[in-house]
């Protein structure tokens, strides 16, 4: 069962901002950086946020995350059209002693 | 460029074994963390499995314990994943993924991923 809680559905139409949270406990998001993941239908995972608000290389600046005590958000800034997608939480976990996955939430582009 | 490519999917009963097999290339394969990461069809992300670069770690989910392995044989750039006792609700996508190297926890690379079907 998944351990982070994330809305199943977010919208917005083009140009809107969207956020995108994620609720943990104390054991994961409360001890350790949050990481976000983005997956397009039939396609692999791809790492999007990493340590609750850095950009790996190539991810456009529109993306942003924060954390704030046991919850994370993401942001998308400026919504396109290629931003309907699968999106992700996740953390470490120190009482599971494992990597968590966020219940994940679908954007959709109006 | 860095690839992970998966195999060693396909159909098998309950109770029944498989072998997946992930090959790195790209990249210095012993100086990271490799995991395996699973797919319900339709479902979320739930991570299996994961091995440091020289093999002196393994975690497992509380779902695989017992029943999966994982290994690696760095010589050969390639992280595996023993299933046995398989069961109906392992049927998923199993996706390899590289971890970042450093102090940051996050994986940086996927691979395309291998379909796990169990069924009679």
């Known amino acids: 069962q998944p351990v982070l809680t994330q809305p199943p559905s977010a919208s917005g139409t083009p140009g809107q901002r969207v956020t995108i949270s994620c609720s943990g406990s104390?054991?994961?998001?409360?001890?350790?950086?949050v990481n976000w993941y983005q997956q397009f239908p039939g396609g692999a995972p791809k790492a999007l946020i990493y340590s609750n608000n850095l950009r790996p290389s190539g991810v456009p600046a529109r993306f942003s995350g924060s954390k704030s005590d046991t919850s994370a958000s993401l942001a998308v800034s400026g919504l396109q059209s290629e931003d309907e997608a699968d999106y992700y939480c996740?953390?470490?976990?120190?009482?599971?002693?494992?990597?968590?996955f966020g219940t994940g939430t679908k954007v959709s582009v109006l | 460029e860095i690839q992970l490519l998966e195999s060693g999917g396909g159909l098998v009963q309950p109770g029944g074994s498989l072998r997946l097999s992930c090959v790195a290339s790209?990249?210095?394969?012993?100086?990271?963390?490799m995991t395996w990461v699973r797919q319900a069809p339709g479902m979320g992300l739930q991570w299996v499995s994961e091995m440091s670069g020289r093999g002196g770690s393994r975690h497992y989910a509380d779902s695989v314990k017992g029943r999966f392995v994982i290994s690696r044989e760095n010589s050969k750039n390639t992280v595996y994943l023993q299933m046995d006792s398989l069961r109906v609700e392992d049927t998923a996508f199993y996706f390899c993924?590289?971890?970042?190297?450093?102090?940051?926890?996050?994986?940086?690379?996927w691979g395309q991923g291998t379909l796990v079907t169990v069924s009679s």
């Open positions: 996740a953390a470490w976990d120190d009482r599971l002693n494992a990597y968590v």
């Open positions: 993924a590289r971890r970042s190297s450093g102090t940051y926890y996050y994986l940086d690379n």
């Open positions: 104390s054991s994961n998001i409360g001890s350790n950086t």
């Open positions: 790209g990249f210095t394969f012993n100086d990271h963390v």
